[in-house]
Nanobody, 124 residues
């Protein structure tokens, strides 16, 4: 079964940190660019970050630049999203997705696989 599984979400206070993981099973992430997206209640899904197949190219939404870092470990078949200085407006369900071509944070189209999401709540 081909799937992506996110983990690492939870409840954190403003200013805190979380590291999300996106693990693949049934296929190798080496051949895919990976994007992170999020959706807050009542809002549209938005792109957060994406990383190319080799990790040489990374993109970030303006709202998370300087606070979030995307990375990948192809040997572990896993992509990470390190989130620092978290704000209440970062509260959302976070999804990872795999793209065979070139990823973009501007659009969620063209992604071949999506995970089920992990909840991130930033609140005092």
């Amino acid at each position: 079964q081909l799937q992506l599984v996110e983990s690492g979400g939870g409840l954190v206070q403003p200013g805190g940190s979380l590291r999300l993981s996106c693990a693949a099973s049934g296929f190798t992430l080496d051949y895919y660019a990976i994007g992170w997206f999020r959706q807050a209640p009542g809002k549209e899904r938005e792109g957060v970050s994406c990383i190319s197949k080799t990790g040489g190219s990374r993109q970030y939404a303006d709202s998370v630049k300087g606070r979030f870092t995307i990375s990948r470990d192809n040997a572990k078949n896993t992509v990470y999203l390190q989130m620092n200085s978290l704000k209440p407006e970062d509260t959302a369900i976070y999804y990872c997705a795999a793209h065979r071509g070139v990823c973009s944070v501007l659009s969620g189209t063209g992604y071949d696989y999506w995970g089920q999401g992990t909840q991130v709540t930033v609140s005092s």
